[in-house]
């Protein structure tokens, strides 16, 4: 069976880890955790895994240990955790806010609060991750900042961009990151049988896009493995993202092997 949409996004979390060595993985969700234990069951064999909070964790999410509150800020400090948190809103220099809708004196919806979000992103690499792409989630700007972006690290000085990294933010679009030149959000992939335009629409600010965008990478058979077998055999990763698992890659291949008509359509990928 072809790879699921949330199993691209299992995948595209995952790959935030990838090559951290021994650091905190502190997944906050569902996909995010799925994709942290797959990444230290392949390519990110060294992670910590945390549930988030102060426990130690094993492969199948069980506590296996306490990370003592001192100890746990002594790393966290020091730029070795590397945290995924949810986003309410975010705007194009990876402001997050996770406190409130509206203005804050008299907001239209209150959150989760700030929480530590700012210890969060000034103090080790944040990534994000969003089920459902949104203009009401990419904002121009949030309502209220709680994990810092790349304009207000800047802002500040050396003592704050010292640590500060927001590595990657992962959509059910596509994978996001802020490798331009003033660090503004950057389209760095399409999940497969997303588009240009679709992105673009759901985001509610101007977002660079290369010339070539390339596709989210395929899960391999043994990672499609352990997520489906061993990390998530219950599914419950396609309740976060649904889907039918259609996979307009691979159908772009079969056509070129065919010389199927369609091959020019499925060569552009509908971007």
């Known amino acids: 069976m072809s790879p699921t949409p949330a199993e691209y996004c299992v995948i595209t979390c995952a790959e935030a880890w990838r090559d951290n060595g021994e650091v905190l993985a502190s997944p906050m969700g569902l996909i995010p955790s799925i994709g942290a ?25 069980t506590p296996e240990g306490w990370l003592p509150y001192r100890q746990h800020l002594t790393m966290v400090t020091g730029g070795r955790r590397h945290v995924m948190m949810g ?29 530590g979000a700012p210890v969060n992103t ?40 010292r640590f500060h990294r927001i590595p990657r933010v992962v959509t059910d679009l596509g994978v996001f990151d802020f490798d331009t030149p003033d660090h503004s959000m950057r389209l760095a992939s399409l999940h497969p049988g997303v588009t240009i335009e679709r992105v673009r629409e759901a985001t509610g600010f101007e977002l660079y896009v290369p010339d070539e965008v390339p596709y989210t990478r395929e899960p391999t058979p043994v990672e499609l493995e352990l ?45």
């Not at 089920?131 to 690290?153: E, I, L, T």
Request: charged share 25%.
């Open 37 to 61: 234990r797959l990444a230290k069951r392949t390519f990110s064999p060294d992670l910590l895994l945390t549930d988030g909070e102060a426990m130690l964790v094993g492969l199948d999410g």
């Open 227 to 271: 997520i489906r077998e061993v990390i998530d055999p219950l599914g419950t990763r396609d309740r976060e993202v649904p889907g039918t698992g259609m996979n307009p890659g691979a159908a772009k291949t079969a056509a070129a092997k065919t010389g199927a008509a369609e091959t020019g359509t499925a060569k552009a990928g509908g971007r």
């Open 122 to 161: 000034l103090n080790n690499p944040t990534s994000y991750w969003v089920p459902k792409h949104s203009p009401r989630v990419f904002v121009p700007k949030v309502d209220m900042v709680c994990g810092v972006g790349y304009d207000r690290a800047a802002a500040a000085g050396p003592s704050v961009t």
């Open 87 to 115: 986003a309410s809103q975010i705007d194009r220099f990876g402001n997050q806010n996770i406190s409130c809708v509206g203005d804050w004196a008299k907001p239209k919806r209150q959150l989760l609060g700030v929480r």
